[in-house]
Nanobody, 125 residues
């Protein structure tokens, strides 16, 4: 069974930073890509960023480009999202996701089959 567990969310003032982590476990699970999505109150879930597990190719939503950085530690089966210069509009539940399939890269932005339960990030003005 595949498990994704996020951590690192919290309350931060605008301009601050948080580092989100997502540990993935599963005896035979080997992700091809892992990503972060978020859902703000009253809004649909949206893509934030993803990274390919082997080559480290990264994609970012325009709204976070230059402020967020995704990385992974293959040995620890963990993906990170460093969030800097946070804005109140970044307030959302952040979800980690994983996909073991090889797909056209842009398709990972539409979603992945495995999800964590989310971690709340609240940015105060």
């Amino acid at each position: 069974q595949v498990q994704l567990v996020e951590s690192g969310g919290g309350l931060v003032q605008a301009g601050g930073s948080l580092r989100l982590s997502c540990a993935v476990s599963g005896r035979t699970f080997s992700p091809y890509a892992m990503g972060w999505f978020r859902q703000a109150p009253g809004k649909e879930r949206e893509f934030v960023s993803f990274i390919t597990w082997s080559g480290g190719t990264t994609y970012y939503a325009d709204s976070v480009k230059g402020r967020f950085t995704i990385s992974r530690d293959n040995a620890k089966n963990t993906v990170y999202l460093q969030t800097n210069s946070l804005k109140p509009e970044d307030t959302a539940v952040y979800y980690c996701a994983a996909d073991p399939r090889t797909r056209p890269l842009v398709s990972y932005m539409s979603g992945m089959p495995y999800w964590g339960k989310g971690t709340l990030v609240t940015v105060s003005s």
